[in-house]
């Protein structure tokens, strides 16, 4: 695996800090644009294909993930992160191009290079994994999700200024925005370019009987690889369906409290506390995987999905039910941020240096699947038996999971080298100090 010089433990803080300035720069971008995305492709295409704005930057995100990764493993990740932020900066640019010339092929194309920003986003967790010892991975991968918090929060708010801007600018209604977006990428590009740096690898063996360290592999292999180690392919399918979960019942959550006469102002309260449960509670859940283990926080955050399926069954059969649908969807979203954290741990601990950065993006890719097909499943499955069948659905989604899970635990944990039951202090006694590959 050949490395640039793009983060790791001897840039220490500085590293870990140039990747949440990425993370908040990239999540502004994100959110800024995708708060007015729909309304775009509404206004240049019409309602029918509203929709598809998302679905395009979700697939985006999708696709550029498994090659992202591939940058990474070859080039190391400060070329990754940054070619994808790059091609996120044109796909901004692309959008608001498509609003001037009202393309709404050219629209949907861009939304989907946009989405590459996503992926960015999601990867940036594992850059710095790569740079923290072994006891602490979940906490350093857990602060760089936490800075999203922020993005999210702001980057929507942002968006009516940013429209008026525009407009003074000359642009089309809804193309500021954008503008937002691009500055945000390209400064978290700029970031990510300038200050990440490569971890530190033990120097690598010279000849006499030593091997050389196998080649990285291909997408495909790693998850064959994932598949034949219960840890591994408990981490890749809990990322998968926590994210399916949570799309299912997120994005039908604000069509089942209008149906049911609660306002948008209070549609946008619950989302906020979704955001919130799935962003702001990082920390505390990387420490307590780094801590008392990935398995163990694994297996909370299982429970916690089940239990916001659970409320939100209850909250759909009551007459008054506001106050549990923002339970359910708080809690939703913390059981989303726990099988995260704790999945990609997991995931980073049990996979061997020339398979890690391969699966992980594979992992990703498969995330950003699950959540594309859930999203288009929930619409009929709402239409077919309401919010009630929705839940049920979300809940039947955990099942592969738990059966993962199941397997890991039957074994007595996770195997020797991942982060699973045991606690920090075993792991690193065990493993000693291994920089992992930042490049």
């Known amino acids: 695996m050949s490395r640039d010089d793009s983060g790791g433990p001897r840039s220490g803080a500085r590293g870990i800090g140039s990747l949440v300035t990425g993370n908040l720069l990239g999540g502004v971008a994100v959110a800024s644009g995708f708060a007015v995305g729909g309304l775009l492709v509404e206004r240049l295409g019409g309602t029918s294909l509203a929709g598809l704005g998302q679905a395009a930057s979700v697939l985006g995100a999708a696709v550029a993930a498994v090659p992202l990764a591939g940058v990474a493993a070859r080039h190391g990740r400060r070329r990754s992160l940054t070619l994808g932020y790059a091609i996120a900066v044109l796909g901004g640019v692309l959008i608001v191009t498509a609003a001037v010339v009202s393309q709404v092929v050219v629209l949907l194309a861009g939304l989907a290079m946009f989405g590459v920003g996503q992926a960015v986003n999601l ?11 072994p006891g602490a991975r979940a906490r350093a991968m857990s602060i760089v999700v936490w800075a999203t918090t922020i993005g999210s929060v702001a980057g929507p708010n942002l ?34 370019a ?13 000849a006499g009987g030593a091997h050389a360290p196998p080649r990285t592999v291909g997408a495909a292999a790693a998850l064959r690889w994932a598949a034949a180690h219960p840890a591994a392919r408990f981490a890749v399918a809990l990322v998968a369906v926590a994210h399916a979960m949570m799309v299912m019942v997120m994005v039908m959550t604000p069509l089942h409290m209008q149906h049911h006469g609660m306002s948008l102002r209070l549609v946008g309260v619950v989302i906020s506390l979704h955001v919130l449960g799935m962003y702001a509670f990082s920390p505390v859940f990387g420490w307590l995987a780094d801590r008392l283990g990935a398995v163990r926080v694994a297996c909370a955050g299982m429970l916690m999905l089940v239990a916001a399926v659970v409320l939100g069954f209850v909250a759909a059969s009551a007459s008054e039910g506001s106050a549990l ?3 359910a969807l708080t809690v939703l979203g913390m059981g989303w941020s726990a099988s995260m954290i704790s999945g990609s741990a997991l995931l980073t601990g049990a996979a061997p240096d020339h398979i890690r950065v391969p699966l992980q993006g594979a992992t990703d890719a498969g995330m950003n699947y699950a959540g594309a097909a859930a999203a288009a499943l929930a619409g009929p499955i709402l239409a077919a038996g309401g919010f009630h069948a929705v839940n049920v659905a979300a809940a039947v989604i955990l099942v592969p999971a738990v059966a993962a899970a199941t397997a890991v635990l039957g074994r007595g944990g996770a195997p020797a080298g991942a982060p699973g039951i045991r606690g920090r202090h075993e792991e690193s006694a065990e493993r000693g100090a291994h920089p992992a590959d930042t490049g």
């Not at 990867?123 to 010892?133: E, I, P, V």
């Not at 300038?194 to 010279?206: C, D, E, K, T």
């Open 159 to 192: 968006s009516e200024v940013a429209d008026r801007l525009g407009r003074r600018l000359g642009l089309p209604g809804l193309a500021g925005p954008y503008l937002i977006s691009v500055v945000s990428f390209a400064l978290a590009g700029a970031v990510v």
């Open 194 to 206: 300038l200050f990440l740096r490569p971890a530190v690898r033990p120097p690598a063996p010279v």
């Open 123 to 133: 990867q940036s967790r594992y850059a710095a994994a790569d740079g923290a010892a």
């Open 325 to 327: 649908t923002a339970l």
